[in-house]
């Protein structure tokens, strides 16, 4: 069975540091795409970041230079370390899994298998 399985999220004060940890399992390929998408009260879900399984990554530019995705294949894990949050930041956010390295950039409808979701609450 596939699964995605995401953690990490909680309460952290503005200029803070959270790491989400997006598991796999149920996967047989070894070509994928993660990404990581992010939805705030009121607003519509956005992608943030993704990376594929040939190292490529992405981030939207109001997460660039604060976000960094990694990936750990060994554990079938994918990482986002969030640095210096804003208030902004605040939302749950999703891990989400394509079973092809040809998508580079979180656009949801490129991605077949969701998590449950893991909330992010930045307080100013």
């Known amino acids: 069975e596939v699964a995605l399985v995401e953690s990490g999220g909680g309460l952290v004060q503005a200029g803070g540091s959270l790491r989400l940890s997006c598991a796999a399992s149920g996967f047989t390929r070894d070509d994928y795409a993660v990404g990581w998408f992010r939805q705030a009260p009121g607003k519509e879900r956005e992608g943030i970041s993704s990376i594929n399984s040939l190292g490529r990554t992405y981030y939207v530019d109001s997460v660039k230079g604060r976000f960094t995705i990694s990936s750990d294949n060994a554990k079938h894990t994918v990482y986002l370390q969030m640095n210096n949050l804003k208030p902004e930041d605040t939302g749950v956010y999703y891990c989400?899994?394509?079973?092809?390295?040809?998508?580079?950039?979180?656009?949801?409808?490129?991605?077949?298998?969701w998590g449950q979701g893991t909330q992010v609450t930045v307080s100013s």
């Open positions: 989400a899994y394509a079973a092809n390295n040809i998508v580079v950039v979180p656009v949801a409808e490129f991605y077949a298998y």
